[in-house]
T-cell receptor, first 114, second 114 residues
Framework: AQSVAQPEDQVNVAEGNPLTVKCTYSVSGNPYLFWYVQYPNRGLQFLLKYITGDNLVKGSYGFEAEFNKSQTSFHLKKPSALVSDSALYFCAVRERNQGGKLIFGQGTELSVKP | GAGVSQSPSNKVTEKGKDVELRCDPISGHTALYWYRQRLGQGLEFLIYFQGNSAPDKSGLPSDRFSAERTGESVSTLTIQRTQQEDSAVYLC????????????FGSGTQLSVL
């Protein structure tokens, strides 16, 4: 069965420092991988996706993610964190033959302090 | 409207009562999804509609849960004989044809079963 794990419930980073939010997955074949962000009192928003090709994917708001097939990981990164990046981040996976069914991780709360 | 609209935004009900949650997707979006988010947990897939295809109901937790969608428009999620463990935020999302990863989420319905 497909699954997504975000091992950290919370990540704390100082403004200006690089940030990493971890995600690992378990799915058969080559998956599609996604990151979504949920700002306080707002709905989830799409950040970026990996479909195929370059393992480093760039997305919205300066975020990027690196697909690592051997480690089955898709960690979210940003070189320099902003206080406004503080939010809940969800990793998601979809098998290529599963239509639009996205399976989400449990979420990681990112807190960026000035 | 510009986004996915869900109603009501909050629903408080007594154990054993039936509830109906509504989702208005973005006009023209062919795919519609329902997810559940319990407090402090990730998104749990419930059901997925894609055009006129049979819906993927694999995430519905019990036969008390059902959902319908009229064409490519409104969807309703019905929970019969509600239980306290049904308390959660129920999120609806839609996506356009050919871009299933770009889920646009509504703000959710906060369901509280007393």
């Amino acid at each position: 069965a497909q699954s997504v794990a975000q091992p950290e419930d919370q990540v704390n980073v100082a403004e200006g420092n690089p940030l990493t939010v971890k995600c690992t997955y378990s799915v058969s074949g080559n998956p599609y991988l996604f990151w979504y962000v949920q700002y306080p009192n707002r709905g989830l928003q799409f950040l970026l996706k990996y479909i195929t090709g370059d393992n480093l994917v760039k997305g919205s708001y300066g975020f990027e993610a690196e697909f690592n097939k051997s480690q089955t990981s898709f960690h979210l990164k940003k070189p320099s964190a902003l206080v406004s990046d503080s939010a809940l981040y969800f990793c998601a996976v979809r098998e290529r033959n599963q239509g639009g069914k996205l399976i989400f991780g449990q979420g990681t709360e990112l807190s960026v302090k000035p | 409207g510009a986004g996915v609209s869900q109603s009501p935004s909050n629903k408080v009900t007594e154990k054993g009562k039936d509830v109906e949650l509504r989702c208005d997707p973005i006009s023209g979006h062919t795919a519609l999804y329902w997810y559940r988010q319990r407090l402090g947990q990730g998104l749990e897939f419930l059901i997925y509609f894609q055009g006129n295809s049979a819906p993927d109901k694999s995430g519905l937790p019990s036969d008390r849960f059902s959902a319908e969608r009229t064409g490519e428009s409104v969807s309703t999620l019905t929970i019969q004989r509600t239980q306290q463990e049904d308390s959660a935020v129920y999120l609806c999302a839609s996506s356009p044809a050919g871009a299933h990863e770009k889920l646009f989420f509504g703000s959710g319905t906060q369901l509280s079963v007393l």
